[in-house]
């Protein structure tokens, strides 16, 4: 097993255009790291570390901007304007059949305009919540008062920094490996490791070793659990029909359609926590202002999602609800069992056509359970785990773990292979 590594590590090595595609990704990740280091000016630091222990959702916006709110960076946004872009477009799928048409039915020319629209519509969403941020921030004591002109360069540059990381998570996906904005979730959450690490050591309580312990432990079951959910697969056989073309037999071949249990991969977390993200950020901002009957209405869903078992149980549901939503958009039985209509393939015992495309859709919907509850589970494990314990310094959870192991390997499939093509 170690040789056929290392066969595959020189296989990297040795293929010029991998190898490039590799140093791209790699450097378009460093100059991501760099941007997250840049501060905006004039923050309190003091100001800024009080907020953030306070509010628990800003916790989970650091997951997208990888580390960038922590230190408030130009690109403190991360990509959570282009994912909320991305949430509304599918939505307006279900609404707009023409939208639903060009994504599931025109192909690669169909998805590449419809992701287009995906990039106009982050430009709009980055100033508007550059915009509602930096109120909030001011409304919290964390940057001083600025004038309409301060304001307006301050929602430029963060706006335009999410802009920055959209490209360039839109160039790690065409000239690097792996899916670019993926990657730079990746890359914020594995840098933010040491950090933790660190608050762990200096939280370290002897008499809560058993409890440390329970966690380490946890962790590598969350691990080998999201493997195995992210593997699983449910077999369904398919048999092409013979035909005679002159003297040749052709067809009469077995074969299976594999059907994943967790069909929308790690999609259905980043969906749920950007719908929580921002009604969060509006209701906050809401709280401090002058109208009283819309502060306090604001106030009493603050104070609701600040309560962990509701915050927990809403991101379960949104989790599940997400999973299946997604699924359904992604995955279209009928256009499976049209094509292997088609090709003269059929499922035995089961009708060609609409009859294919139930049975499908039935599965589909079974096995889906089964992802949706594992992916809820895994998104509110933290929340589970921190209130029996009492600990809260280790705040790397199920959802970090699961897009960390979910991208590696999606990573290694890719490069694997790109090395088998050159290895036969």
Do not use: C
């Amino acid at each position: 097993m170690f040789e056929t590594f290392l066969r595959k590590v020189k296989l990297v090595f040795e293929d010029g255009a991998l190898r490039s595609r590799i140093l791209f990704v790699l450097g378009a990740l460093v100059v991501f790291r760099l941007l997250a280091a840049i501060p905006i000016p004039g923050i309190n630091a003091a100001s800024l570390e009080s907020y953030l222990n306070s509010n628990q959702f800003l916790g989970l916006l650091n997951i997208f901007s990888g580390g960038g709110f922590s230190n408030l960076s130009i690109v403190m946004l991360g990509v959570g304007p282009y994912i909320t872009a991305s949430i509304v477009m599918q939505l307006m799928t279900v609404l707009i059949p023409k939208l639903k048409e060009m994504y599931q039915e025109e192909g690669d020319a169909g998805r590449m305009r419809f992701a287009q629209y995906s990039r106009y519509l982050t430009v709009p969403l980055a100033f508007v919540q550059a915009f509602g941020f930096l109120l909030l921030l001011q409304q919290n004591g964390v940057v001083p008062g600025l004038t309409l002109f301060g304001l307006m360069t301050n929602v430029t540059v963060i706006a335009a920094g999410s802009i920055l990381l959209m490209w360039i998570g839109e160039l790690i996906s065409e000239f690097g490996v792996g899916n670019g904005i993926s990657l730079m979730i990746f890359a914020g959450i594995v840098a933010s490791v040491p950090q933790q690490i660190a608050q762990g050591v200096f939280s370290f309580d002897i008499s809560q070793l058993p409890a440390y312990l329970g966690f380490i432990a946890a962790g590598v079951v969350i691990m080998a659990g999201v493997v195995f959910i992210t593997e699983a697969e449910r077999p369904i056989p398919v048999t092409y029909a013979r035909r005679v073309r002159g003297n040749k037999v052709l067809g009469g071949i077995s074969t299976y359609l594999p059907l994943r249990v967790n069909q929308a991969g790690v999609m259905p977390i980043i969906f749920a926590l950007s719908f929580l993200l921002f009604p969060q950020m509006i209701a906050t901002f809401l709280s401090g202002i002058s109208i009283s009957w819309l502060a306090a209405g604001a106030s009493a869903v603050v104070a609701a999602l600040a309560n962990q078992w509701v915050y927990g149980g809403l991101y379960f549901v949104l989790v599940v609800v997400f999973t299946y939503f997604y699924t359904a958009i992604t995955f279209e039985p009928h256009q499976i069992a049209k094509n292997l209509q088609k090709n003269g393939a059929f499922v035995p015992g089961v009708r060609p056509g609409g009859t294919t495309a139930d049975y499908l859709g039935n599965i589909i919907t079974r096995i889906t359970l089964v992802g949706a509850l594992f992916l809820g589970l895994l998104a509110v494990l933290p929340i589970i785990l921190q209130g029996i314990t009492g600990i809260t310094a280790i705040t790397i959870g199920g959802t970090a773990l699961l897009i960390v192991v979910s991208v590696v390997l999606d990573l290694v499939k890719k490069i694997d292979a790109q090395t088998s093509i050159r290895e036969y």
